[in-house]
């Protein structure tokens, strides 16, 4: 069983960056954002193996390996290794906190000069990441450090867009489709992940040869690949779950009903 995940992830992170926010002084917590990163960037460094960055000798593998061991780290990659393990959390509270720090803007700046200050901070961390991208790949299943500050900067530059497109000049009628995301996000995310499990594990089709191919495989060989072929295929395939789950989740938000944890 493995023992991370992505709510595993997202449970450390809050957690963590709550305990923070409580004992650390707000105008210290850039300076804990700076170090969360370094730190990490010098862990992976120093401790690494040949490749530093590498699936198979980065310094997360060893560190979640020797905590956890092997038979419960993510399989997905081909070896042991989960892109939500224990090391690699310790940046994902940076990103947290960069989250935290722009609600902290948001309050105490003028609502008309909110999108402007995002977007200088937004700017800035993008190219931050970018260029310390060149030394420290940005890097989704390690979380590098570089990729805390590229994926902040873009996020503060939508989120700067938005406030002036919804907040300022009240654009709003477009967003219903994200909306129906956000009233039950949760809900819908643990309810994709049962479904993808179910098709992969309990769903089992015969092949015509006498084997048998996961729901899966089935739906993406069968109903998208024919008239699409592999490559489009495959983008039907996610396009029709993001809608089925929409469809679920527009019928929640129609009858008001809304979970939550």
């Given amino acids: 069983m493995r023992i991370m995940g992505v709510l595993q992830r997202i449970a450390l992170a809050y957690g963590m960056t709550a305990l923070i926010v409580l004992i650390a002084p707000h105008r210290r917590l850039p300076v804990v954002v700076a170090a969360i990163l370094l730190i990490y ?15 198979h000798t ?7 390996r020797a905590i956890l061991g092997e038979n419960h780290l993510y399989q997905g990659f081909g070896i ?3 892109p939500e393990g224990i090391l690699s959390s310790l940046p994902s509270i940076a990103t947290v906190l960069t989250g935290y720090l722009a609600g902290m803007m948001i309050t105490e700046t ?39 500050l590229y994926t902040a900067g873009l ?6 867009l938005l406030i002036y497109l919804v907040d300022l000049r009240g654009y709003k009628k477009w967003s219903l ?8 996000p949760l809900f819908l995310f643990i309810l994709s992940v049962i479904w993808g499990k179910t098709l ?14 996961t729901g899966s495989a089935w739906l993406y060989q069968n109903v998208f690949t024919p008239p699409a072929g592999n490559l489009n295929g495959s983008l039907a395939y996610a396009l029709a779950h ?19 944890v």
Avoid: Q
């Fill in 200 to 213: 992969r594990l309990l769903i089992h089709i015969p092949d015509g040869e006498g084997n048998t191919v």
């Fill in 177 to 184: 489709p994200f909306s129906v995301f956000g009233r039950n």
């Fill in 242 to 260: 993001i809608m089925f789950f929409w469809l679920i989740g527009y019928v929640l938000y129609k009858c008001r009903i809304f979970v939550k």
């Fill in 155 to 160: 996020a503060s530059l939508l989120f700067a």
């Fill in 41 to 55: 960037w010098g862990i992976l460094y120093f401790l690494g193996g040949p490749d530093l960055y590498s699936l």
């Fill in 80 to 82: 042991p290794f989960d």
């Fill in 110 to 148: 003028a609502r008309d000069r909110a999108p402007v200050r995002l977007s200088f901070f937004g700017i800035a961390f993008t190219i931050a990441g970018y260029l310390w991208g060149f030394v420290f790949p940005v890097n989704k299943p390690l979380w590098t450090s570089s990729y805390v």
């Fill in 58 to 64: 980065n310094a997360t593998i060893a560190f979640d």
